[in-house]
């Protein structure tokens, strides 16, 4: 069932202003018959020339809009200078109203131009459907399957052009709940390396769970990549780092580690390199991102640590690239563990934390209960140093000084951090980054 229609004008010229109103109509009187009760939402994208008067170009299309009270709450017109601007206004009532499936009535000519905005725009989280504006009267198309239309063919530079315009769009954004803010550790000498771990503020994603400096994509969240590209490209300007040469890890919650200048797997969550300028991050909401820095043979590396990679040692796995990779010597590593889930929230059923506990009892609460608490952090502390990681080179949220802390609970700290746990499966990413400065 079409849960929003999007009517689709703006590249119809103002000197045809009645066929537009008559196009408007049709349409309108389309979708009160044919919808289901409630009637969908709809929203008439209309191109704001330059230099006229909103309000005025909008009152042009009240004659056609007249006629159709009951759908007057649903039922608005949005118009804006370009295309990307249209229709990420458009997406914004998406999903304040938490809506998906989407028709889309335009001009034949329009439809592979709108598939390209739509793509960069939208996520899989979205159905699209397409219809011809000039058969849209056919109350059938409106309900079932797309109308049939001849496939046209876009040029590179025509898909090049629609990019620009969408990453122009969004760099002219204002940054959402306050400034960009990035924590650093004391222990990573900043002379030799540039690093940090990512708060949510100072971005432009304005879902509440993902708001606002999102860092990561996915098909089952409604983020698209153009929007955490933008968040990453203000972090980099902030931060200092080239995000052309930035490289996160293709999470697998498992141990593989990617080196830097060999071939990439199709997964891992480690990653090292001794090459300057090159930004490794990895992610992290709830899950720990870690970061390892050797001052001596400069190297570096970053690991995501969720409560599997941490039992199947993803950190000394990562030491041990480093170690194997670039001849460090575990003695010289520093190793930071960024904001993640404290062991004052996190729960795990109760066969999971008896891993932890075969660890070290003291990484497991209220283990006679079905879903004990579970101290990932602790573990990793203990794995590390069995591994030779002196524990002063180990910085994590037992530090003496609670103002050198960095490795907040992200759970309890919704103002500061994303939470998978907290927030559900529309949630955000935060990350850990670090690089070897020139």
Known sequence: MVEAVVIDLFSLPANLQNNIQQLLRNTLETIKKCSSIPAPFVYVLCCQRQGSERNGEQESLLPALRDFQSLKKRLEVVHALTTAAALYTVKERLDEKDLSIIKVILPTLRKDLMKVYIDHLFTAVYQFSFEDLEVASNCKNLQIAEAQSEEQMLLTQDVALIQSEIQMYLESLPSLKGELTILRSSLIPDDIFLHGFTTRTGGISYIPTLSSCNLFSSSKRRDPQVVVKENLRRLANAAGFNPETFHRVKIDHANAVHIMGKTEPDSYDGIVTNQKGVTIAALGADCIPVLFADPVRKACGAAHSGWKGTLLGVSMAT??????????????????????????????????????????????????????????????????????????????????????????????????????????TNFGTQIGFISIKD
């Open 319 to 424: 030491v041990n690239a480093m170690i194997s990779e670039y001849g460090c010597n575990v003695k010289d590593i520093l190793v930071v563990l960024g904001p993640s889930v404290g062991p004052c929230c996190y729960k795990l059923p109760h066969e999971s934390a008896k891993e932890f506990h075969k660890i070290d009892p003291k990484c497991v609460r209220l283990l006679d209960s079905a879903s004990p608490y579970i101290d990932i952090r602790r573990a990793t502390r203990i794995l590390l140093e069995r591994g030779g990681i002196l524990p002063e080179n180990i910085q994590d949220d037992s530090v003496t000084d609670q103002n050198q802390n960095i490795t907040f609970c992200t759970a309890c700290h919704p103002d500061k951090f994303y939470s998978h746990f907290r927030d559900g």
